[in-house]
């Protein structure tokens, strides 16, 4: 099955970007949907954006709709979140994570097979 590798973690001040890079190896990059998911410490993992199993259509959650950009290039096994305007309470571990089912939503942790290891992303206020 596909391997996981997230990078691009860090500490910035609220407002600033980072972006994400998940780095895939192992299979069929294409083969697999994909999403990010977060947890913060005490809380359970909380989804962020994915992207539908065609891979064309993103959808994100809420509290990050507008500032979040999730994408990915096939050619290159990777997979990005770029996110803008950062808050505070965006602070948490960051996972990529990748299912090889064929399923209407990809917003739940069991909707996945194979996870990353995790970058900690860090925002100061």
């Known amino acids: 099955q596909v391997q996981l590798v997230e990078s691009g973690g860090g500490l910035v001040q609220a407002g600033g970007s980072l972006r994400l890079s998940c780095a895939a190896s192992?299979?069929?990059?294409?083969?697999?949907?994909m999403g990010w998911f977060r947890q913060a410490p005490g809380k359970e993992h909380e989804f962020v954006a994915a992207?539908?199993?065609?891979?064309?259509?993103?959808y994100y959650a809420d509290s990050v709709k507008g500032r979040f950009t999730i994408s990915r290039d096939n050619g290159k096994n990777m997979l990005f979140l770029q996110m803008n305007s950062l808050k505070p309470e965006d602070t948490a571990v960051y996972y990529c994570?990748?299912?090889?089912?064929?399923?209407?939503?990809?917003?739940?942790?069991?909707?996945?097979?194979?996870w990353g290891q995790g970058t900690q992303v860090t925002v100061s206020s």
């Open positions: 994570a990748a299912s090889r089912s064929y399923r209407s939503s990809y917003s739940a942790p069991s909707d996945y097979d194979v």
């Open positions: 192992g299979r069929t990059f294409s083969n697999y949907a």
């Open positions: 992207f539908t199993w065609s891979g064309t259509n993103p």
